[in-house]
């Protein structure tokens, strides 16, 4: 039997689409910075911060961390109140990315790709 990884993708990307939505927010540049790699105090697109925030906001499956998972004495990088997410490949997503879930942010901790290649399991740490 061949297995046709366009098809798994969609699957993949449908189960995704039909459990949560977060919103992604993905630090970029800004095109202000010299080659000091400082931002201009001035610029209006940034005002001065060096970054813009751009927000995206797409299906995924969240597991919160109630504290017992083996991810969470696998890695010791997540704790209780943080969370799993399961991202369509599609997406883009970086380290330190904030995702915002239910209202709550949590930073981006960890990325991993799953083994057929079709989505990303991400660790998002919670912040104020
Ligand atoms: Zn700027």
Known sequence: ??????????????????INSISINAKTA????????IADPTCELCDG??????????SADVQELRGDERIVVDSGILNAGDI???????????????ITYNSQNYQI???????????????GHKIA
């Open 30 to 37: 800004c095109t202000c910075i010299d080659s000091y790699g």
């Open 84 to 98: 799993l997410v399961r991202i369509p490949i599609s997406n883009s997503v970086e380290l330190n990315d904030i």
């Open 109 to 123: 901790k960890y990325i991993k790709i799953d083994q057929l290649g079709t989505y990303y399991e991400v660790g």
């Open 49 to 58: 911060l060096g970054y813009t925030i751009r927000g995206t906001t797409i």
């Open 1 to 18: 039997m061949i297995i046709d990884k366009t098809y798994i993708k969609n699957s993949v990307a449908e189960v995704l689409s039909a």
